[in-house]
């Protein structure tokens, strides 16, 4: 039975964004007995209502609300109003992620320490490690299903795979597999396995790939402990004389404002919704914002190193076949600064179909030498690469003078890379080029990052008060009662795709809250 | 009857054809045509020579030569409309302006695809340009029907997906 409860009542914990942390963290929470209503700012799509076609499906799923950019990443020219292409709806961006499933490697959590100082760099130890974060990895790596992990198998590998296998293994390359991925090689958790579609972008039909939107929110619903709000958008987190906060003041989907009282805040929005929105609940008592007496609220916005690699063969490939995702090389992971940059990366197969192709190949590019990449498009191969940036704190979402369909300031995201991270991505397309070389590739594109998918930092965790916006729980440093769930705590970024480290966290959060509301902590 | 006199192309339409040979047809009375007459549109906004000078400038943009001139008119039809007549005139003028320059009757009578070319690489920057540039990435290469000249299969739940047609059949690494 679906859970309803009064706007008055203070007993709730309110969750801000239901994707891979504040989704997660409502199912958690509920498990635990805690009555949760979660404010979701998008509707509800389940498997039966995804589409197989990439413009279409963005214009279902995707957050087109207005941002604004700045900077010198090319992103701000060539989508100026799309920083980040991530989901509003129920599930949040577990409906498009890929499902790469990859644990932090040890001396990530500590990116400070293991680097040392960087200029321009605003690095800082995570105030957990992965002796502390194991169980939690085991606990998500479980609810995700994610191969190569327990005792589930790996996927098999599809074309585009088989390409940069061939390719990796040629230049040595030995950590070359088909990843751990949160979609199904068999049937696990009442979802059916894998059946090679393509379109793992645009919502898995099959259910195949998990998704909070139809794992953890409907098991959430049925404890009857959680109620979902969908097309609720949050205005401003409320608070008392004495700092606690007491509620949110959210748009409901008729437009009218509402007031939710609630005894927790968990704020999960993703890294610009989440600080946009502490930003606008600023007040007489907390002129900066909310949980911002650091002046960290925004600052160190990571989007992780990307870059695409696609080549083009004398023979077809069919890349778009089967797991967008479908395979990995993880030799690149390690840090070895002898390459000319701290931190490293992943390369991983990705794909798109012609119409995002046209799009993401090379933004504003135009003539022959584009038109006949695109000719070429069915014996193209691709590679996506993810490697760990350098927060700035200059890197930084801030509000913008333009306002959204409420009134409500925008967020503004400015990005600039960091000296490490152009090493990093020479380092990577050089690479990539290399595989795709051994096999024979005739043209090679070293492409341009996309809008971010990966967002991260901008309310981050930190040991001290003065360095970040939360604790290792993510417990905001100046307001007990108010969390951050989502990938805004992350201190440094990690190689990895970031969402099995944001489950783990929220995993592991909603445990601590329940334990201390029990304890009447808070 | 012939092909071209069941066009009823008149005097005019035959020479423009003439001098751009193999383009479209600019048939008079509102309407171009393929000349192979495997399609037609109307126009009642802009001109006919308006229409014909976009649907090549597109082609010039993003040139594929597999792709027929049909899909380019898909792709900007929608410049024949009120709020946009101001903005296709004055960038079609452009256009014909710098062909004449080089000594060209206009855009859509200069021969060689480069030396089209290189008047737009001189406008790359206007607003014409990267408005009907911008329009054409999902303009073109979202219509569903040029996907198969990529070899691009589209939607695939439907059919199962591709776990038995094919996800894994590559045959000569």
Known sequence: ??????????????????????????????????????????GRYLPEDYINDEWESFGQLAWTDPRTTSGDWRVAKDFSGLPAWIVKAVGGTTIHWAGASLRFQDHEWKAKTTYGEIEGANLLDWPIDAEEMAPWYDKAE???????????AGLPGNNNFKVLEKGAKALGYEEVHTGRMAINSADYDDRMACQQTGFCFQGCKWGAKWSAAYTDIPRGE???????????????????????????????????LQMQKARIVCVAGNSFESPRLLLNSASEMFPNG?????????????????????????????????????????????????????????????????PFMAAFLNPGAWGRSFTSAL???????????????MPQATNRVTLSDVKDQWGLPVANVNFSDHPNDVAMRNHAYAQGEAIYNAVGATR??????????????????????????????GQTHDI???FISDGSQFTTGAAENPTLTIVALAIRQADFIAREMAAGNI | M??????????????????????????????????????????????????????????????????????????????DADDKKALVEEGVAALDAAAQAAGHADYISMGWEEDRVSILQAMEDSGFFQTVRGGLVTGLYNQKDVWPIFGYEGESFSKGGYIERGFDDINWL
């Open chain 1, 1 to 42: 039975m679906v859970a309803k409860f009064d706007l008055t009542d203070d007993s709730v914990v309110v969750v801000i964004g239901t994707g891979a942390g504040g989704g997660v963290v409502s199912n958690e929470l509920a498990q635990k007995g805690v009555k949760v209503v979660a404010l979701e700012a998008g």
């Open chain 1, 142 to 152: 479980a609810k995700l299903g994610v191969t190569r992990t327990g005792d589930r």
């Open chain 1, 222 to 256: 049925a404890t009857g402990n959680l109620e979902v709000r969908d097309h609720a958008h949050v205005a401003r987190i409320l608070h008392d004389d004495s700092g606690k906060v007491t509620g949110v003041e959210y748009f409901d989907r008729d437009g009218n």
């Open chain 1, 290 to 354: 909310l949980a911002n007496s650091s002046d960290q609220v925004g600052r160190n916005y990571m989007r992780h190193m990307t870059g695409s690699v696609y080549a083009v063969f004398d023979k077809p490939v069919r890349m778009w076949r089967g797991t967008t995702m479908a395979g990995i090389v993880r030799d690149e992971a390690r840090h070895d600064p002898s390459r000319g940059f701290v931190g490293g990366y992943e390369l991983e197969t990705l794909s798109l179909g012609i």
């Open chain 1, 375 to 389: 000719d070429s498009y069915e014996n193209m191969a691709g590679l996506w690469i993810v490697g760990e940036d």
């Open chain 1, 444 to 473: 090679t594109f070293p492409t341009p990052p996309y809008p971010s998918t990966h967002n991260l930092g901008t309310n981050r965790m930190s040991e001290k008060p003065e360095d970040g916006v939360c604790n290792k729980w």
């Open chain 1, 480 to 482: 007990a009662n108010l």
């Open chain 2, 2 to 79: 012939s092909k071209i006199e069941r066009q009823g192309l008149t005097r005019r339409a035959l020479l423009a054809r003439s001098a751009a040979a193999g383009a479209l047809v600019v048939t008079g009375a509102g309407f171009l045509a393929a000349p192979d007459a495997a399609w037609a549109m109307e126009v009642s906004v802009i001109s006919e020579h308006q229409m014909a000078t976009l649907i090549q400038m597109a082609r010039d943009i993003y040139p594929h030569d597999r792709i027929a001139d049909q899909f380019y008119a898909i792709a900007v039809k929608g410049y």
